[in-house]
C-alpha cells in the first residue's frame, strides 16, 4: 500500500447530512481523501456546499500555517482550486481528469440504490448512506451488482464507529458480562417535521423505523456479533409499529401522518455454529422515548451508559450490582476521533487503499431492511414473530406479480407493509 496514496471521492448529493456530517469527516481525512467533485442537481445546495466546503478548507490552511506545515497548505489551497460541481452523477462517470474512485452517496433513500447500481456499473466504489433502499426487493438489485461488477460497496451505518457502541463492543467481546443475552437500544426524538420527504414513502420507503431506528438495528447486530444471524423479527406490545402522534405541522400545515412514527419491535439473533442466541429491543421514534434507556444484558452482569462530569462512561455491574469496570467510551485508542462519520468514512477508505471489502456489505445492509419489513409484517400479522425468510418469500412474491416492472414491485411492497399502520 502507498502511504501517500489519496483516494478520489465524488459526493453524490450535498444535503444537510452530507455538509453537515460526511463533509467534515472528509476535510479531516484530507491527507488520505481528495474529493474532487459534488453532484446536486439544486444550485441552492451547490453554492452551500461550496461555502461549507471552503470554510473547512481555510480553517484547516490556516492551523496548518500556524504549525508551518507548507506541505498541508499546498495540498489543501490545491484541492479548494481544483474542486468540480456538477448537477448529474453523468458528468462524474465522463470524468477523465481526476476522475474519482469512490461515490459517497447522500440522497434521499429514493435514489439509493439507483445511483448506487448506476455508480458500481460505471466502475466506481460505493458506500452510500442508510438505509441501502427505499425497499427491500431494491436492495437485491444492489447485491446483484455488486458480485457482477465485483466493485466494493459499503452500507454506511455510522453508529458502528461511534464511541458508546464501539466501547460496548470491546467489553461484550472481552466476555465481561458473560453471553450477552439481551439489549435495548433506543434511538428517539420528536419527529422531523422540517423536511417533509421524511414523511412521504415515495421518498423514504417508511417512517421511523426505516429512517431512525436502522441504526440501533445495525448496531445491535454489530455487537451480539456479525457472525450471528438475525432470523424472527416481532412487533413488541403494547407499540408495535404504529402512528401515534398522527397530526403533525409539515410544510407550514397540519398534514396527517401516514408513515410510522413509533416502532417498538424485537430482533433475535442467532450462531448455528455455537447455539448463543441475543435478543434485542429497538426502538426508532419520531414520538419520543418510550422505553428502557440503552443497556446490554449478560449472563453474569449488565452495561449501562452513564454520564458523569460531561464524560461518557461505560460502566460494568456484575450480578450483586458492584461496578466491576467503568471505561470512558472512545473511539480507536491513540487517534483522532471527531466523529463517528469520520470512522465510517476512514473505514472505506483504508478498505480502497488494501484493496479489501468492508464489513458493513450490501448484504448487511439489505439483512437490516429485511428486519424492518419483517415488523411491518409482524404487525400486520398481529405482532406474530415473523421469521427473515418469511419476510423475504413475502416481498419475492409481491415481486412476482411485476414480472417486467420492478419499479411498481417496489411501490407495492412499500404499500403493503405501510398498511400495516395505516389501516389501524
Same mark, same amino acid.
Given at each position: 500500500m502507498d502511504p501517500n496514496r489519496r483516494v478520489?471521492?465524488?459526493?453524490?448529493?450535498?444535503?444537510?447530512?452530507?455538509?453537515?456530517?460526511?463533509?467534515?469527516?472528509?476535510?479531516?481525512?484530507?491527507?488520505?481523501?481528495?474529493?474532487?467533485?459534488?453532484?446536486?442537481?439544486?444550485?441552492?445546495?451547490?453554492?452551500?456546499?461550496?461555502?461549507?466546503?471552503?470554510?473547512?478548507?481555510?480553517?484547516?490552511?490556516?492551523?496548518?500555517?500556524?504549525?508551518?506545515?507548507?506541505?498541508?497548505?499546498?495540498?489543501?489551497e490545491s484541492d479548494l482550486t481544483n474542486i468540480r460541481i456538477f448537477e448529474d452523477i453523468s458528468q462524474v462517470i465522463e470524468m477523465t481528469e481526476d476522475r474519482p474512485e469512490l461515490l459517497d452517496v447522500c440522497t434521499q433513500p429514493v435514489l439509493h440504490a439507483p445511483l448506487s447500481i448506476q455508480g458500481l456499473e460505471a466502475g466506481f466504489h460505493v458506500m452510500c448512506e442508510k438505509p441501502i433502499s427505499r425497499s427491500w426487493l431494491e436492495s437485491q438489485r444492489v447485491i446483484e451488482t455488486v458480485k457482477k461488477t465485483g466493485q466494493f460497496y459499503q452500507h454506511n451505518e455510522n453508529w458502528l464507529f461511534d464511541p458508546d457502541y464501539y466501547t460496548v463492543k470491546k467489553l461484550v467481546d472481552a466476555g465481561s458480562i458473560g453471553e450477552l443475552i439481551a439489549m435495548f437500544l433506543n434511538q428517539s426524538h420528536g419527529g422531523p417535521e422540517g423536511n417533509p420527504r421524511f414523511w412521504n414513502s415515495d421518498f423514504g420507503g417508511g417512517g421511523a423505523l426505516l429512517d431512525n431506528g436502522i441504526h440501533a438495528i445495525g448496531a445491535a447486530w454489530f455487537i451480539t456479533g456479525l457472525e450471528k444471524t438475525p432470523t424472527y423479527v416481532k412487533a413488541a406490545?403494547?407499540?408495535?409499529?404504529?402512528?401515534?402522534?398522527?397530526?403533525?405541522?409539515?410544510? =407550514? %400545515?397540519?398534514?396527517? &401522518?401516514?408513515? +410510522?412514527?413509533d416502532a417498538h419491535i424485537l430482533i433475535r439473533f442467532e450462531d448455528q455454529t455455537n447455539n448463543e442466541w441475543s435478543t434485542a429491543h429497538i426502538e426508532g421514534s419520531w414520538s419520543e422515548k418510550d422505553s428502557a434507556?440503552?443497556?446490554?444484558?449478560?449472563?453474569? =452482569? %449488565?452495561?449501562?451508559? &452513564?454520564?458523569? +462530569?460531561?464524560?461518557?462512561?461505560?460502566?460494568?455491574?456484575?450480578?450483586?450490582?458492584?461496578?466491576?469496570?467503568?471505561?470512558?467510551?472512545?473511539?480507536?485508542n491513540w487517534q483522532h476521533w471527531p466523529s463517528s462519520f469520520y470512522g465510517e468514512i476512514?473505514?472505506?477508505?483504508?478498505?480502497?487503499?488494501?484493496?479489501?471489502?468492508?464489513?458493513?456489505?450490501?448484504?448487511?445492509?439489505?439483512?437490516?431492511?429485511?428486519?424492518?419489513?419483517?415488523?411491518y409484517l409482524s404487525e400486520k400479522q398481529g405482532k406474530k414473530p415473523v421469521h427473515l425468510d418469511e419476510f423475504k418469500a413475502f416481498a419475492l412474491d409481491i415481486a412476482s406479480k411485476y414480472p417486467n416492472d420492478p419499479t411498481s414491485a417496489d411501490n407495492a411492497l412499500v404499500d403493503a407493509l405501510l398498511s400495516a399502520v395505516r389501516e389501524k
Amino acid at each position: 500500500m502507498d502511504p501517500n496514496r489519496r483516494v478520489k471521492v465524488a459526493a453524490i448529493g450535498t444535503g444537510g447530512i452530507f455538509r453537515g456530517a460526511h463533509l467534515p469527516a472528509h476535510v479531516e481525512l484530507n491527507e488520505k481523501v481528495n474529493i474532487v467533485a459534488f453532484v446536486d442537481p439544486d444550485p441552492i445546495a451547490q453554492e452551500l456546499v461550496r461555502k461549507r466546503y471552503t470554510d473547512l478548507i481555510e480553517t484547516k490552511v490556516t492551523a496548518a500555517r500556524e504549525r508551518g506545515d507548507h506541505d498541508s497548505v499546498a495540498r489543501l489551497e490545491s484541492d479548494l482550486t481544483n474542486i468540480r460541481i456538477f448537477e448529474d452523477i453523468s458528468q462524474v462517470i465522463e470524468m477523465t481528469e481526476d476522475r474519482p474512485e469512490l461515490l459517497d452517496v447522500c440522497t434521499q433513500p429514493v435514489l439509493h440504490a439507483p445511483l448506487s447500481i448506476q455508480g458500481l456499473e460505471a466502475g466506481f466504489h460505493v458506500m452510500c448512506e442508510k438505509p441501502i433502499s427505499r425497499s427491500w426487493l431494491e436492495s437485491q438489485r444492489v447485491i446483484e451488482t455488486v458480485k457482477k461488477t465485483g466493485q466494493f460497496y459499503q452500507h454506511n451505518e455510522n453508529w458502528l464507529f461511534d464511541p458508546d457502541y464501539y466501547t460496548v463492543k470491546k467489553l461484550v467481546d472481552a466476555g465481561s458480562i458473560g453471553e450477552l443475552i439481551a439489549m435495548f437500544l433506543n434511538q428517539s426524538h420528536g419527529g422531523p417535521e422540517g423536511n417533509p420527504r421524511f414523511w412521504n414513502s415515495d421518498f423514504g420507503g417508511g417512517g421511523a423505523l426505516l429512517d431512525n431506528g436502522i441504526h440501533a438495528i445495525g448496531a445491535a447486530w454489530f455487537i451480539t456479533g456479525l457472525e450471528k444471524t438475525p432470523t424472527y423479527v416481532k412487533a413488541a406490545q403494547p407499540f408495535g409499529m404504529s402512528i401515534r402522534m398522527p397530526n403533525r405541522i409539515i410544510e =407550514g %400545515r397540519y398534514q396527517k &401522518v401516514t408513515v +410510522d412514527d413509533d416502532a417498538h419491535i424485537l430482533i433475535r439473533f442467532e450462531d448455528q455454529t455455537n447455539n448463543e442466541w441475543s435478543t434485542a429491543h429497538i426502538e426508532g421514534s419520531w414520538s419520543e422515548k418510550d422505553s428502557a434507556d440503552t443497556c446490554y444484558i449478560g449472563s453474569t =452482569g %449488565r452495561i449501562d451508559m &452513564v454520564n458523569e +462530569d460531561g464524560k461518557r462512561f461505560a460502566v460494568v455491574t456484575d450480578s450483586n450490582g458492584n461496578v466491576s469496570r467503568k471505561l470512558r467510551v472512545s473511539g480507536s485508542n491513540w487517534q483522532h476521533w471527531p466523529s463517528s462519520f469520520y470512522g465510517e468514512i476512514q473505514n472505506m477508505v483504508e478498505c480502497i487503499r488494501v484493496n479489501q471489502q468492508s464489513l458493513m456489505t450490501a448484504q448487511f445492509g439489505a439483512d437490516c431492511s429485511a428486519i424492518v419489513g419483517a415488523s411491518y409484517l409482524s404487525e400486520k400479522q398481529g405482532k406474530k414473530p415473523v421469521h427473515l425468510d418469511e419476510f423475504k418469500a413475502f416481498a419475492l412474491d409481491i415481486a412476482s406479480k411485476y414480472p417486467n416492472d420492478p419499479t411498481s414491485a417496489d411501490n407495492a411492497l412499500v404499500d403493503a407493509l405501510l398498511s400495516a399502520v395505516r389501516e389501524k
